[in-house]
C-alpha cells in the first residue's frame, strides 16, 4: 500500500491494549456461558463494551485508543482458539488464584482466517482518532505459553507461528490498519532463547509496511537491549513507571521510536500529571521527543475502570505540560511513520 502521511501530535498518547471489562460485560458473559443469552447477543454485547471504552479512552483525551481488547479473555487463549492444530486441556494454575487454559499444539498449524481484522474495522468505525491500535500476541509468546506435543522444538513451533502472525499483520494492513502491537511478555523471560525468539519476532513482521511497535512488559530490559537494532519493528513499547523510572539509561542510543510506559498498571494510585511530565522530560535526555509515544506501562485491564480512566486522564494531562514546552521549540506535530530513524 501507498503510505499515507498521517500526522499525530508530538508525544502522541496511546494504550497498551487491554482495558477493564464494564461490570455489565462480565456479568453478560457468565449469562452466555450459562446459556440464557444467543451468540448474536453476546456479538453485540461485546460491540457495545468496545464503544464504551473507545468513548473512556476519547474522554480521557488518548490520541491513539485501542478496543480494550474486549472480546479476548486471555492473549494466548484468543489466538489459540483461531489458529488449527490447537486444542486446550484443563486450566492450569499460573499465579495466585489465577487460572489458564493452557493450549497445546498437536497438529501441524494451520491459518485459518483472519483473526483481528474484524475487531479492527469495528474499531475504526466507532473510533474518531484517525489512527487506532490493533494489538497482536508475539509468536514467542504463544509457543512460551502452549504445550508443545508437535513440533521437534519451541524453536520450530516458534517460527510456525512467525509465518500465522505474518499473515495476520498483513491481512490488517490489507484492511487499512496503520499501526499494530506484537506483544511479547515472555520475550526476555528465556535469555538462552533470545537469538532465535527475536528472529522468530522478525520473521512475524517481515515485508510489513505499516508501523509496528513490540511491547514487552516489565523485565530485565538488558537482555532486550542488544537486539534494539536488530528486531525490524518501528517501537519498543516498554514498562517504566512500575520501577520509579529508575533504568532509562537502558533506552540511551536506542535507533527506533520508544513507546515510554509513564503509567504503573499495578497501582491504584492515580499519577499527577506532573510526575508524569517529569518522568518524559527524564526519558528526554535519551530520547528525541520526536521519537516518543506515551502509554501506561501495560494493559489497564486488572484496575477498576474508573481508576484506569483516571490514569489515562493523568498521562494526558502530564503529557500536554510538556507538549507546552516542546511547542516553544517548534515541535508540535510528528509522522506517523514505519521506520525513523532515531538514534543521534
Ligand atoms: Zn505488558
Request: with cysteine; glycine share 6%; hydrophobic share 40%.
Amino acid at each position: 500500500m501507498v503510505w499515507r502521511e498521517v500526522m499525530l501530535p508530538a508525544l502522541p498518547t496511546t494504550v497498551i491494549g487491554s482495558y477493564p471489562r464494564p461490570k455489565w460485560l462480565r456479568e453478560f458473559i457468565k449469562g452466555f456461558r450459562a446459556g440464557r443469552f444467543k451468540e448474536r447477543h453476546m456479538r453485540e454485547a461485546f460491540d457495545d463494551a468496545v464503544v464504551a471504552v473507545v468513548r473512556d479512552h476519547e474522554e480521557a483525551g488518548v490520541d491513539i485508543p485501542s478496543d480494550g481488547e474486549m472480546r479476548r479473555d486471555e492473549m494466548v487463549e484468543y489466538f489459540a482458539e483461531r489458529i488449527e492444530g490447537f486444542r486446550f486441556y484443563g486450566p492450569v494454575r499460573v499465579w495466585g488464584n489465577h487460572y489458564f487454559r493452557k493450549p497445546a499444539v498437536v497438529a501441524p498449524l494451520k491459518y485459518r482466517g483472519p483473526m483481528t481484522v474484524d475487531e479492527y474495522l469495528f474499531l475504526r468505525r466507532v473510533a474518531r482518532a484517525e489512527v487506532v491500535k490493533v494489538t497482536i500476541t508475539g509468536p514467542y509468546t504463544i509457543a512460551d505459553w502452549s504445550f508443545n506435543e508437535y513440533y521437534d522444538s519451541k524453536e520450530e513451533l516458534a517460527f510456525e507461528l512467525a509465518k500465522i502472525v505474518n499473515r495476520e499483520i498483513k491481512e490488517l494492513e490489507k484492511a487499512g490498519a496503520l499501526y499494530v502491537q506484537v506483544d511479547e511478555p515472555a520475550l526476555t523471560t528465556h535469555p538462552e532463547e533470545m537469538e532465535w525468539a527475536v528472529q522468530a519476532v522478525n520473521k512475524a513482521v517481515e515485508g510489513v509496511g505499516i508501523k509496528v511497535g513490540l511491547h514487552v512488559c516489565y523485565s530485565d530490559y538488558r537482555v532486550l537491549r542488544p537486539y534494539f537494532d536488530e528486531l525490524r519493528v518501528s517501537q519498543f513499547a516498554l514498562e517504566f513507571a512500575n520501577r520509579g523510572f529508575r533504568d532509562l539509561r537502558v533506552v540511551k542510543g536506542l535507533s527506533k521510536e520508544l513507546g515510554f510506559g509513564v503509567i504503573d498498571v499495578h497501582s491504584r494510585r492515580v499519577e499527577e500529571p506532573a510526575e508524569v511530565a517529569r518522568a518524559i522530560r527524564k526519558v528526554m535526555r535519551y530520547v528525541r521527543p520526536e521519537c516518543l509515544y506515551i502509554n501506561p506501562d501495560c494493559g489497564l485491564k486488572l484496575l477498576p475502570r474508573h481508576i484506569a480512566k483516571a490514569k489515562l486522564k493523568a498521562m494526558v494531562e502530564g503529557v500536554r505540560i510538556v507538549r507546552k514546552e516542546l511547542a516553544r521549540k517548534g515541535i508540535e506535530r510528528i509522522p506517523l511513520r514505519r521506520d525513523l530513524v532515531c538514534s543521534e
